[in-house]
């Protein structure tokens, strides 16, 4: 099994650009989520879901948009590159929020 | 709304003990999660606890007091392979499933 992927590794993205961040997992969990990490600090949830068809904001959405259209795939698309987007971001999945999460290796992103 | 406290640094010398603390006010609580997270690494999972008292694997232990909304990882025997940074995260604020981190706590080890 592959656990968590994730693709890019590293993006350079210019202002007002956007694109999408993969994250599929073979491990049949149901939870998925999105976070960034910023230097030195801690993980901020973006969004999460709970099963295809689900999905609902975290703490930082703003600029951000999910879809889970199938129980492997949760991308997360950036619509208008703004520099404050700049960060670290990894997928996770769990089995149920009672559970581990197990992260993806992260996307590093940089938007200038 | 929800804060979780951990202390930004904390620095130990190889073979001794160091205790990271946590604390949390949400306003719900279902569950603690301790991770561990290396230098450019993604986090992995250390320990989970839903009720009080201890929980011991191996040179790591957790401790929960949902009462004082605390928690604490304790790490035994030190080595140079336990710098790293330490997140705590809470799961089920208002039981949405949510799991929200701590800004975690960087453990600096001296030999």
């Known amino acids: 099994n592959a656990g968590v992927t994730q693709t890019p590794k590293f993006r350079i993205l210019k202002i007002g650009q956007s694109m999408t961040l993969q994250c599929t997992q073979d491990m049949n969990h149901n939870y998925m989520y999105w976070y960034r990490q910023d230097p030195g600090m801690g993980l901020k949830l973006i969004y999460y879901s709970v099963g295809a068809g689900i999905t609902d904001k975290g703490e930082v959405p703003n600029g951000y948009n999910v879809s889970r259209s199938t129980t492997e795939d949760f991308p997360l698309r950036l619509e208008l590159a703004a520099p404050s987007q700049t960060s670290v971001y990894f997928c996770?999945?769990?089995?149920?929020?009672?559970?581990?999460?197990?992260f993806g290796p992260g996307t590093r992103l940089t938007v200038l | 709304g929800q804060n979780i406290d951990q202390p930004t640094e904390m620095t130990a010398t190889e073979g001794a003990i160091v205790q990271i603390n946590c604390t949390y006010q949400t306003s719900g609580f279902n569950g603690l999660f301790w991770y561990q997270q290396h230098a450019g690494e993604a986090p992995t999972f250390l320990s989970y606890?839903?009720?009080?008292g201890l929980e011991e694997k191996g040179r790591f232990s957790s401790f929960l007091s949902r009462s004082k909304g605390y928690s604490y990882l304790l790490l035994k025997e030190l080595q140079m392979k336990d710098s790293a940074s330490y997140l705590c995260a809470v799961r089920g604020v208002n039981r949405d499933d949510k799991i929200i981190f701590g800004k975690g706590t960087r453990l600096h080890i001296l030999p």
């Open positions: 996770a999945g769990s089995g149920g929020s009672y559970n581990e999460q197990f």
């Open positions: 606890n839903v009720l009080d």
